[in-house]
């Protein structure tokens, strides 16, 4: 499968330690053809931390892109139905992000925007980072690992021992899962 010209949502929500992978990510995604739009969640446009000013990292994901960033719920609402995007990437997809969306609570940027390529039986790839992941939100990975058109990308502990509960994608395979879930398959093996 090859992404030239296909259209990818990157979805970013607050794992904010992550922010620093971002701009590879573009790159390699852009590297295999792909066009991509950046969205944002409020919680990961509003948020300045130690690793990334809000408003720098904002500016960032425009200027790698070359597009405008979609950071309303009303403006991630038509991606379905005016066929917006082709895969949707959720990634650093946070625990959080991921029970709701596993309990179907559609009150984020990020959310409205799986909510709309779902509808439209498009997949949506989690990049999964979370401290919780194998604490109270093992069940919602566990549940959105057995629902249709939602793939993974490869995941592992990052810390057994200072964070035995936490999980974090493989950054290295991303773009082999879009790849895999745009012929829909989850690539193997998901544990890393």
């Known amino acids: 499968m090859n992404l030239n010209n296909l259209n990818v949502g990157l979805a970013i929500t607050g794992s904010f ?5 971002i701009k590879n990510l573009i790159h390699d995604l852009k590297k295999e053809g792909a066009n991509v739009t950046a969205i944002i969640s409020e919680t990961a446009k509003d948020t300045s931390t130690r690793f990334y000013e ?5 500016k960032m994901l425009e200027v790698e892109t070359g597009r405008d960033v979609i950071d309303s719920i009303v ?23 991921m029970a709701k969306l596993n309990l179907g609570i559609i009150d984020t940027t990020v959310l409205m925007a799986a ?39 490869p995941f592992g502990q990052d810390d057994c021992i200072k964070k035995p509960k936490s999980l ?8 082999s899962t ?15």
């Not at 989690?126 to 793939?151: H, P, Q, R």
């Not at 974090?168 to 773009?175: N, R």
């Open 17 to 21: 330690c992550n922010f620093s992978n």
């Open 54 to 58: 809000a408003e720098e990292f904002y």
């Open 75 to 97: 403006l991630a609402e038509p991606i379905g139905p005016k066929d917006m995007l082709d895969v949707l990437l959720i990634c650093p997809c946070t625990g959080n992000t």
């Open 115 to 153: 909510k709309s390529i779902l509808r439209k039986n498009k997949p949506v790839v989690i990049g999964v980072s979370s401290n919780d992941a194998m604490g109270a939100n093992f069940k919602n990975l566990a549940e959105l690992m057995n629902t249709k058109n939602i793939y993974f990308v």
């Open 168 to 175: 974090v994608l493989k950054y290295s395979m991303v773009v």
């Open 178 to 192: 879009i790849k895999e879930a745009l012929e829909n398959k989850q690539i193997q093996p998901v544990l890393q």
